[in-house]
């Protein structure tokens, strides 16, 4: 039986591996990768730059606006932008007509500042593009402290009175004990970061997984060469087959998009040494690094890691057999896409409910999920980092994975070796619920 059963594992492996399809599309997912990693260095290579500012050309006809205006600009860019990103320019220019065909060619934006005797002054924007909302946003700030400065110094108010009357309100907020406040950033950062990158891979490997095997399971039953499998092994055999088949190609699927991340993290290494960047991946991500490794997260990755594996592992052989089940019982595409749709449906809900987890601190129902197969591979690690459950109930999830698996071995196999050999197409659940009572 062995022999029998590494043979259709080496053949099945093959169909998958063998081809032209898997060779191309492991080097879309090179480019892919790559392209990712290094995407502001390949806009700045065709003309691109996220570090150039936008130039912002003041003409003032009040003749004492200017000095106001770029004092307020700068706070309000550090308000909306935060300190050291200087993402505007700005330049005083006497009249509005000599900057109209450098705007027109090079793009900027031409603040034109007008005195009013009703508005104390008036503001005319003149721009090659729409002006984005931040940038409105902090031109408007600005302009209007402008007018609000003027209109005092019209008034007669000193300084020091608009300062009382404009000084913002200072808030001062700090946690009683900064380990809890080091550890509050490390959990942010973990699931703004690190989580989304690390959950979108398992529900697609997961979802490639089912449809893999049932489209490998139909295409056998398709051409009839499933009769001839079968006169020759057992279906027990051919069950396994497809099982570990599917799960050994996902996980070398997996280890090839981290060893591709590798590559696309050396060329930028390689790119910032030539000079094409200021920045290396290892500068960029090497803050994330150090908050988490200076809160009490980086010791719980010692068991949310392991934890972690062992449920993705036995989640994919979950998918595995019920995949191989449910096609089991199907003779064409369609058919299996009818009845994959309760398993499509729980890992939408796995994943939506792992992506926004922080949201539910506290809640019952979402710990009850945690417990749920197939959703505990995504939804445990994100609330044992959160601390919203212990390790004894992620130990209480595996355990339930392991049942899931041996019940659908059990019972999937009973539905599996009468389904197998059957082509008919009607009473899907029927024939189920009957192969069951078998």
Do not use: C, W
């Given at each position: 039986m062995r022999s029998k059963l590494n043979f259709l594992i080496g053949v099945s492996l093959g169909r998958k591996v063998k081809t032209k399809w898997f060779v191309v599309t492991q080097i879309i997912l090179l480019v892919l990768l790559v392209g990712i990693f290094n995407l502001d260095i390949i806009i700045r290579h065709f003309g691109g730059d996220f570090n150039?500012?936008?130039?912002?050309?003041?003409?003032?006809?009040?003749?004492?606006?200017?000095?106001?205006?770029?004092?307020?600009?700068?706070?309000?860019?550090?308000?909306?932008?935060?300190?050291?990103?200087?993402?505007?320019?700005?330049?005083?220019k006497e009249t509005v007509e000599e900057m109209k065909e450098v705007v027109a060619e090079e793009g900027g934006i031409i603040v034109h500042i007008i005195p009013s005797d009703k508005d104390v002054i008036e503001v005319e924007l003149l721009s090659k593009v729409t002006v984005d909302s931040y940038a409105y946003a902090a031109l408007s700030n600005s302009l209007n402290s402008v007018k609000v400065?003027?209109?005092?110094?019209?008034?007669?108010l000193t300084e020091e009175d608009y300062s009382k009357i404009m000084n913002t309100v200072t808030i001062s907020s700090s946690l009683i004990d900064e380990n809890e406040k080091t550890e509050a950033e490390g959990t942010e950062m973990i699931m703004e970061t690190?989580?989304?990158?690390?959950?979108?891979?398992?529900?697609?490997?997961?979802?490639?997984?089912?449809?893999?095997?049932?489209?490998?399971?139909?295409?056998?039953?398709?051409?009839?060469?499933?009769e001839v499998i079968i006169s020759n092994v057992s279906p027990k055999t051919h069950f396994f087959a497809k099982v570990i088949a599917g799960n050994l190609f996902i996980i070398g699927q997996a280890l090839l998009v981290v060893g591709y991340g590798g590559i696309a993290i050396l060329i930028r290494s390689l790119l910032a040494k030539g000079g094409a960047t200021t920045a290396t991946f290892f500068d960029e991500i090497g803050p994330i690094f150090k908050t988490l490794l200076d809160s009490s997260i980086g010791d719980k990755m010692i068991y949310v890691l392991p934890a972690a594996i062992i449920l993705i592992l036995l989640t994919f052989v979950a998918y595995a057999l019920l995949a191989g089940v449910l096609a089991s019982m199907t003779t064409t595409t369609e058919d299996y896409q009818q009845v994959q749709m309760p398993i499509i449906i729980i890992s939408l809900l796995g994943y939506y409910l792992g992506i926004?987890?922080?949201?539910?601190?506290?809640s019952i129902i979402i710990k009850i999920f945690s417990f749920v197969p197939f959703i505990s591979a995504i939804l445990c690690p994100s609330l044992l980092v959160l601390g919203q459950i212990g390790v004894i109930e992620v130990v209480i999830?595996?355990?339930?994975?392991?049942?899931?698996?041996?019940?659908?071995?059990?019972?999937?196999?009973?539905?599996?070796k009468v389904g197998i050999l059957n082509y008919s197409s009607s009473g899907l659940w029927k024939k189920m619920v009957k192969a069951l009572k078998q």
């Open positions: 150039e500012p936008t130039n912002i050309y003041v003409v003032d006809d009040t003749g004492v606006s200017y000095d106001l205006f770029q004092q307020s600009f700068l706070v309000s860019q550090q308000n909306l932008y935060g300190e050291g990103e200087e993402l505007y320019k700005i330049e005083q400065v003027l209109a005092m110094n019209e008034l007669g690190v989580f989304p990158l690390f959950i979108l891979p398992i529900f697609m490997l997961s979802l490639f997984l089912v449809q893999m095997i049932g489209a490998e399971v139909n295409d056998e039953k398709t051409t009839r060469a499933m926004m987890a922080g949201m539910f601190k506290g999830s595996i355990l339930i994975m392991v049942l899931t698996n041996y019940l659908l071995i059990k019972y999937g196999l009973r539905i599996y």
